[in-house]
């Protein structure tokens, strides 16, 4: 019914820099906020940032002034520049959406989930 799928994980080297992309596909009507958060075995899942769908962001402490997050709307995609990478910014990425959707002959609206792709900052 709806997909999100993120792109473009790997290896960095420190203060090196990457960036991810999710997209929104499916039964979509409107997206309206759509982010990235980041786990590590162990620990909850953080949030990196997000973004509605007029323009507004908000970031987590951990990232703020070295990470960019930024959206298509009409590709419902949402990006996110990392610069200045560090090792401890290595984790799962994930990404979610939060989707106005009709399926089956119903309105709903949730937040959904992508996989997650990962991230390795290192030497």
């Known amino acids: 019914q709806v997909q999100v799928v993120e792109s473009g994980g790997g290896l960095v080297q420190p203060e090196g820099s990457l960036r991810l992309s999710c997209a929104a596909s499916?039964?979509?009507?409107?997206?309206?906020?759509m982010g990235w958060h980041r786990q590590t075995p162990g620990k909850q899942r953080e949030l990196v940032a997000t973004?509605?769908?007029?323009?507004?962001?908000n970031y987590g402490d951990a990232v703020k002034g070295r990470f960019t997050i930024s959206r298509d709307n009409a590709k419902n995609t949402v990006y996110l520049e990392m610069n200045s990478l560090k090792p401890e910014d290595t984790a799962v990425y994930y990404c979610?959406?939060?989707?106005?959707?009709?399926?089956?002959?119903?309105?709903?609206?949730?937040?959904?989930w992508g996989q997650g792709t990962q991230v390795t900052v290192s030497s």
């Open positions: 979610n959406a939060d989707v106005y959707t009709f399926y089956n002959g119903a309105y709903s609206s949730r937040p959904y």
């Open positions: 499916g039964s979509i009507i409107s997206v309206y906020a």
């Open positions: 973004i509605t769908n007029t323009g507004s962001t």
